[in-house]
């Protein structure tokens, strides 16, 4: 298990953009699929993105297509989160999550998680 360290939140206003990043330390970043989480007040925790190690796989919840975007790069062993045309709706804590194999959806696969940062869309 790995501590992740995630920077980027923030307040933005509707239509705004942010970039989330997520360093993972050491060599074990290149062996995960890496993916972001996100979770709203009195909400389940909600799947956003996920890339694999080499960023061939990428997924995304089919809402957020088109406005986000998950990059990664192993040489700064941080994965990204470009989030575009924000929304108030898109208000949350926002969370990086790694895990040994394939992307997946379900949180419960990954091990190794941040401490989340908040994003906070003012309409």
């Known amino acids: 298990q790995v501590t992740l360290v995630e920077s980027g939140g923030g307040l933005v206003q509707a239509g705004g953009s942010l970039r989330l990043s997520c360093t993972v330390p050491g060599f074990i970043f290149r062996l995960y699929a890496m993916a972001w989480f996100r979770q709203a007040p009195g909400k389940e925790r909600e799947f956003v993105a996920a890339i694999d190690w080499s960023g061939g796989s990428i997924s995304y919840l089919d809402s957020l297509k088109g406005r986000f975007t998950i990059s990664r790069d192993n040489a700064k062993n941080t994965v990204y989160l470009q989030m575009n045309s924000l929304k108030p709706e898109d208000t949350a804590v926002y969370y990086c999550?790694?895990?040994?194999?394939?992307?997946?959806?379900?949180?419960?696969?990954?091990?190794?998680w941040g401490q989340g940062t908040q994003v906070t869309v003012s309409s």
């Open positions: 999550a790694g895990k040994y194999g394939s992307v997946s959806d379900n949180d419960r696969e990954y091990a190794s």
